[in-house]
């Protein structure tokens, strides 16, 4: 589930990219402007990896029965 996306409850895509300087990395959704909005949940803080911040998206979207996006 390398790079899995998921749509959340509010039909946002959901998606693991890196952070502000490219060295952490979090779950982030779109905003309407186009720029990158991070997913502010203590289930999902910024880590140093971008494996680890997906197997955080991963595990949450299990819990909360996200459906994933191909």
Do not use: H
Request: glycine share 12%; hydrophobic share 40%.
């Amino acid at each position: 589930m390398n790079g899995a996306r998921y749509i959340d409850e509010n039909g946002r895509v959901l998606f693991v990219a890196a952070g502000l300087g490219g060295d952490t990395f979090g779950t982030f959704w779109r905003g309407p402007s186009g720029c990158n909005r991070r997913v502010k949940s203590t289930a999902m803080p910024i880590v140093g990896t971008r494996e680890e911040a997906q197997r955080n998206l991963n595990a949450w979207a299990a819990k909360r029965k996200l459906q994933r996006v191909m």
